[in-house]
Each structure stands twice: as structure tokens, then as C-alpha cells.
């Protein structure tokens, strides 16, 4: 039994059927993949605007392309979260061209995403925005603590680039971004910017990134009592284990995605 696989059965008591029937769409059709995923990057932004990640002209989710790994889909420029279509997307690939959608993007979003497509080939989802919090623990350049069970998900997979320079205009700002990210890291806090998260598929990347919005804000608020209790690492490890699996993530994501398409269905257009 893969780690995956027990990390499920000892968080879910259910049928083998239903536990088989609980995970990630599987695709045949890469077409019919591609407008699953841009289907489900449309709802991420709609998720993004309902939590008020949203900050003006920053922010961007990136997702890599089914019928072409070498290209993604991302927001056009200028068009507010609460308002995105599937349909509003943009493909760009490597070079910073487009090569479906007629809108703007971005620099900093192709400067940053770009980069991280082209180095992790496994990585096929990025999500960052300006988040309240987000931003406010980035001033510090530390990395968060395991304080609780919720934070024990970025416990030794998260790292800090501290090398702000302004707005990410340079392809290598994005590259360094990159060297700053350690094999397992699944996300970056941007010094004195914002936050970053990484995953297989939009639902992971997302998932994580509320999460880690959540854990700064936790920190941040820990910082002002006294007598913090820190989790033992070998407990975090265990812990991080459990509720970081890719399972897990995924599967954080799914009432999220329900309470958006309950709300409003319409970003599937």
C-alpha cells in the first residue's frame, strides 16, 4: 500500500468502491482534459475573488496545457476574478508568446509561471497572489512554524525567497525563484510580496495556497501570545505526511469547488 493510499484509508472510512470512485478525474480525451482544466482554473480564480486574494492588476494561476505540456493557460489582464470565464483564458507558451486568446497577461505572471513550467516538468499548476496575510508574514523572510496541525503541511516543504527587487520583470527573476524551491517544496513565501504554491493539477495548487494563507494568518496572530508550543518535528514530519499527501490536497479542494459552482456556475463559460 502506497503512503497515498494510507493516508486515504486512515482518513476516510467508507466502501473499497467509494474510496476507488474518491480522487482525480482520469482522461482519455486530452481534449476533453484541456476543458476540464481550464474549467477548473476559471473556478480557482472565482475561489480567489470570494477569499479576496484579488489586488488590483496582481495575481495569476497558471495551468499546464493537456494537449501541449510546452504551453499554459492563464488570466488575461485587466478582467477581475469574480468576473473570469473559462472561456477568458489565455495560452502562452515558454517564449512568452500567445498562442490562444487575444488578451493581455501579465508580465510578472509569464515571468514567474514560465519559469517554473519549464524547470518542473511536474509541477503543472501555480497559483500566487498579493493575500492579506500572505503579505504581511512575507516581511518577515521566515519561514512558518509548526504550530498546528494545519501548518504541519508546509513543515520542511516550503522555503523563502528573500530576494525582492521589485516587480518580477526579468526571466531571471522567475529562474531564481526556481533555485529557491527545494524538490519538495510545495511553496515559496516571496519576501515583502506575496505567496506562491505549486501541484500537480489547479485543485492542489489551490487548495494549498488558502491553506497557506490560513497558516500565515495563524502565525501572525501567534506572534502577539506568549508561551507558543511547537510541534516536535518528527510529529510534524508524520503529520505533513498525512494531510500533505497528493491525495489529501486534491481532495481540499472539492468543497471549495462545489461552493463556487453553487454560487455562481458561470466561469464555466
Same mark, same amino acid.
Given at each position: 500500500?502506497?503512503?497515498?493510499?494510507?493516508?486515504?484509508?486512515?482518513?476516510?472510512?467508507g466502501?473499497?468502491?467509494?474510496k476507488?470512485?474518491?480522487?482525480?478525474?482520469?482522461?482519455?480525451d486530452?481534449?476533453?482534459?484541456?476543458?476540464?482544466?481550464?474549467?477548473?482554473?476559471?473556478?480557482a480564480?472565482?475561489?480567489?475573488?470570494?477569499?479576496?486574494?484579488?489586488?488590483?492588476?496582481?495575481?495569476?494561476?497558471?495551468?499546464?496545457?493537456?494537449?501541449?505540456?510546452?504551453?499554459?493557460?492563464?488570466?488575461?489582464?485587466?478582467i477581475? #476574478?469574480? @468576473?473570469?470565464?473559462?472561456?477568458?483564458l489565455?495560452?502562452?507558451?515558454?517564449?512568452? !508568446?500567445?498562442? /490562444? *486568446? =487575444? %488578451?493581455?497577461v501579465?508580465?510578472?505572471a509569464?515571468?514567474?509561471?514560465?519559469?517554473i513550467?519549464?524547470?518542473?516538468?511536474?509541477?503543472?499548476a501555480v497559483?500566487h497572489?498579493?493575500?492579506?496575510?500572505?503579505?504581511?508574514?512575507?516581511?518577515?523572510?521566515?519561514?512558518?512554524?509548526p504550530?498546528?496541525?494545519?501548518?504541519?503541511? #508546509?513543515? @520542511?516543504a516550503?522555503?523563502?525567497?528573500?530576494?525582492?527587487?521589485g516587480?518580477?520583470? !526579468?526571466?531571471? /527573476? *522567475? =529562474? %531564481?525563484?526556481?533555485?529557491?524551491?527545494?524538490?519538495?517544496?510545495?511553496?515559496?513565501?516571496?519576501?515583502?510580496?506575496?505567496?506562491?504554491t505549486?501541484?500537480k493539477?489547479?485543485?492542489?495548487?489551490?487548495?494549498?495556497?488558502?491553506?497557506?494563507e490560513?497558516?500565515?494568518?495563524?502565525?501572525?496572530?501567534?506572534?502577539?501570545?506568549?508561551?507558543k @508550543?511547537?510541534?516536535?518535528?518528527?510529529?510534524?514530519?508524520?503529520?505533513?505526511?498525512?494531510?500533505?499527501?497528493?491525495?489529501?490536497?486534491?481532495?481540499?479542494?472539492?468543497?471549495?469547488?462545489?461552493?463556487?459552482?453553487m454560487?455562481?456556475?458561470?466561469?464555466?463559460?
Amino acid at each position: 500500500m502506497s503512503s497515498q493510499e494510507s493516508a486515504i484509508n486512515q482518513g476516510a472510512i467508507g466502501t473499497e468502491a467509494a474510496k476507488a470512485q474518491f480522487g482525480p478525474p482520469q482522461f482519455d480525451d486530452p481534449a476533453a482534459e484541456q476543458t476540464f482544466i481550464k474549467t477548473r482554473l476559471a473556478a480557482a480564480f472565482r475561489l480567489f475573488a470570494y477569499y479576496g486574494f484579488d489586488d488590483g492588476l496582481a495575481g495569476h494561476i497558471t495551468a499546464r496545457d493537456s494537449l501541449d505540456p510546452e504551453t499554459f493557460w492563464v488570466n488575461p489582464l485587466g478582467i477581475h #476574478f469574480a @468576473q473570469l470565464k473559462a472561456s477568458d483564458l489565455v495560452r502562452m507558451n515558454h517564449a512568452g !508568446e500567445i498562442v /490562444e *486568446g =487575444q %488578451a493581455l497577461v501579465n508580465t510578472a505572471a509569464f515571468m514567474i509561471h514560465a519559469a517554473i513550467h519549464q524547470a518542473k516538468p511536474e509541477i503543472n499548476a501555480v497559483a500566487h497572489a498579493h493575500s492579506k496575510y500572505g503579505k504581511a508574514w512575507s516581511t518577515q523572510g521566515r519561514l512558518l512554524e509548526p504550530l498546528t496541525q494545519d501548518a504541519c503541511l #508546509f513543515y @520542511q516543504a516550503h522555503s523563502v525567497f528573500s530576494h525582492f527587487s521589485g516587480v518580477v520583470h !526579468e526571466q531571471s /527573476e *522567475g =529562474q %531564481a525563484i526556481v533555485a529557491a524551491m527545494n524538490p519538495d517544496d510545495v511553496a515559496v513565501i516571496l519576501q515583502n510580496h506575496g505567496l506562491l504554491t505549486v501541484g500537480k493539477d489547479v485543485d492542489s495548487a489551490v487548495s494549498l495556497f488558502v491553506q497557506l494563507e490560513r497558516a500565515c494568518e495563524n502565525q501572525l496572530l501567534v506572534e502577539q501570545l506568549p508561551n507558543k @508550543q511547537l510541534i516536535p518535528e518528527q510529529v510534524a514530519k508524520k503529520t505533513r505526511e498525512f494531510i500533505g499527501s497528493n491525495l489529501v490536497v486534491w481532495g481540499s479542494f472539492q468543497p471549495l469547488y462545489q461552493m463556487i459552482e453553487m454560487l455562481d456556475d458561470s466561469f464555466k463559460a
